[in-house]
């Protein structure tokens, strides 16, 4: 079964930058979609930057321009790129990975906080 864990969350003040991790193992990358996403609580949560099976990238409005989504499946590992960071980006961050955009499989989150 597909598992994954984040790592590289941490506390920044703004306009500062940070690379989340996600590591994940008992699926063949190529062959899922993978993403990000994030919580506040009391709030839902939203997709981030998520990456196709054929390597077509596509972010939320919020954070074009700023985050970067990667992946090497050599390392088997899911990247998140933040530069430029805003209070409005303090979340929960989780990723996520599916045979189809409905993501099965889901992260732990790791914690993001940004200081103004």
Known sequence: EA?????GGGSV??????KLSCSFT????????????R?????SRDLVARLDKDGTADY???VKGRFTISKDN???TLYLQMNNLKPEDSADYYCAAGTTRA???WGQGTQVTVSS
């Open 3 to 7: 598992q994954l864990a984040e790592s």
């Open 103 to 105: 993501y099965d499989y």
């Open 26 to 37: 008992g699926y063949t990358a190529s062959s899922f979609f993978m993403g990000w996403f």
């Open 60 to 62: 939320a409005d919020s």
């Open 39 to 43: 919580q506040v609580p009391g709030k």
């Open 13 to 18: 003040q703004t306009g500062g930058s940070l």
């Open 74 to 76: 050599a390392k088997g």
